[in-house]
């Protein structure tokens, strides 16, 4: 299982959950330690990383149909602002804001990826350019799902700030 927490108020609340259906008593853990997951190969990190890496590349060419490619339909997104301000979206308003414009770059930097049955976990810091100016930093978070036609987004959440970026973007 899968939680997101918002800090609302000063207070951290569960925001979203995801479940992986497990029933299996011996791997659930009941009665007994739950089993670990084991530390995903570095095929499956490739393989869940792929959908992330194709949306940032058909951010750059505003390439719509390879963004709505990347994404299960019923996807959402959710933009945590500096403010404390929640931010939910559609993947149709992600795909209209940004369309038009400089050329937008968005790179990962040292992604952690976490995989059990058919849900994944990407949580990874991240800078974002316009153009060549860098705009701002920020986590991303991203839940996907493996699906019969490979992983697919079905949530994406981020942060974003002005402050601390240059640390990585070097």
Known sequence: DAFQFIQQGGEWKVFAGADTQRRDPARCGRGTAPVPEPRP????????LAPIQQLFAAMETRDTAAIRAVFHPEARTLSFLPD???RPGTIASFIASIRGGDALRERMHNPEVRI???LA???TFYDFHIGERLSHCGMDYGQLLRSPDGWKIVQLS?????DGCERVTK
């Open 158 to 162: 981020w942060t974003g700030r002005r």
């Open 41 to 48: 190969t570095a095929t499956d990190t490739a393989a869940v």
């Open 121 to 123: 976990a990407v949580w």
């Open 116 to 118: 059990s049955d058919n």
């Open 84 to 86: 404390g301000t929640l």
